[in-house]
């Protein structure tokens, strides 16, 4: 289902796309923006810091794991939920 929601979005012109953990679909949202060969330059994407990895230890494995479920390499911004 978010595959195909991210899918309409891009080809209706939106370029910002909004994850987050609660959502639980950052995989088929990454594989979707990958699908659509839209330059990464050209869209933004923003994801969030989930409660639970606000301690510093837990942020860079969190943004990691974002980041590798996305199947991006870098995030234009990283908001603490």
């Known amino acids: 289902m978010a595959a195909k929601i991210v899918k309409v979005a891009i080809e209706k012109g939106y370029r910002?796309?909004?994850?987050?953990?609660?959502?639980?679909n950052k995989k088929q949202v990454g594989?979707?923006?990958?699908?659509?060969?839209?330059?990464?330059?050209?869209?933004w994407v923003t994801s969030k810091l989930w409660n639970?990895?606000?301690?510093?230890s837990r942020v860079r494995p969190a943004l990691e794991?974002?980041?590798?479920?996305l199947g991006l390499e870098y995030l234009d911004?990283?908001?603490m939920h």
């Open 16 to 24: 910002h796309i909004d994850a987050a953990m609660i959502y639980g």
């Open 31 to 43: 594989e979707e923006i990958a699908h659509e060969g839209i330059p990464r330059s050209s869209i």
């Open 52 to 56: 639970t990895d606000h301690r510093p």
């Open 65 to 69: 794991k974002t980041l590798h479920d």
């Open 77 to 79: 911004l990283y908001l």
